[in-house]
């Protein structure tokens, strides 16, 4: 009986230690700190400058681009983790016809800047390309 009881203590102390690594090492969703946010600002291809606008938010755990919504991306789960006073975004928003885009992105203070990358695999020509988005703190009524 002595030895069930020292497995079992085991068996639990690795579990919590494993679920304190893995917890440690990912960047989960989090909707604390970021979400509510909203950014509106300028976006483009690299190396053609300024095309329009677009509007990025991080709402119930989402991250969405509005102007990208138009397209076929829907909003997607984003990661993200604080250094020093900048908080660095991911999301992947998937459209259904249309491929993905990548994006990541940095938050300092009331600015957002973020590289986004579109690709979509086609039997016909692949798409792969880089956009930028840089936009300012939208404030909320």
Not at 82 to 108: M, Y
Request: glycine share 10%; proline share 3%; with cysteine.
């Amino acid at each position: 009986m002595l030895t069930l009881t020292r497995f079992v203590t085991l068996g639990a102390a690795l579990f919590f230690f494993e679920v304190a690594v893995i917890t440690a090492d990912t960047h989960l969703p989090q909707s604390d700190i970021i979400d509510g946010l909203q950014f509106q600002g300028q976006t483009g291809e690299h190396g053609k400058g300024e095309h329009h606008q677009d509007t990025i938010t991080f709402k119930n755990g989402r991250f969405r681009s509005l102007d990208c919504e138009e397209w076929g991306f829907g909003p997607a789960s984003y990661e993200y983790k604080k250094e020093g006073d900048a908080f660095h975004f991911s999301a992947t928003l998937p459209s259904p016809d249309r491929g993905t885009l990548e994006w990541k992105g940095t938050i300092t203070g009331d600015i957002a800047e973020a590289d986004f990358r579109w690709r979509h695999e086609r039997w016909y020509g692949n798409i792969d390309r880089r956009y930028w988005f840089k936009g300012k703190l939208k404030k909320t009524e």
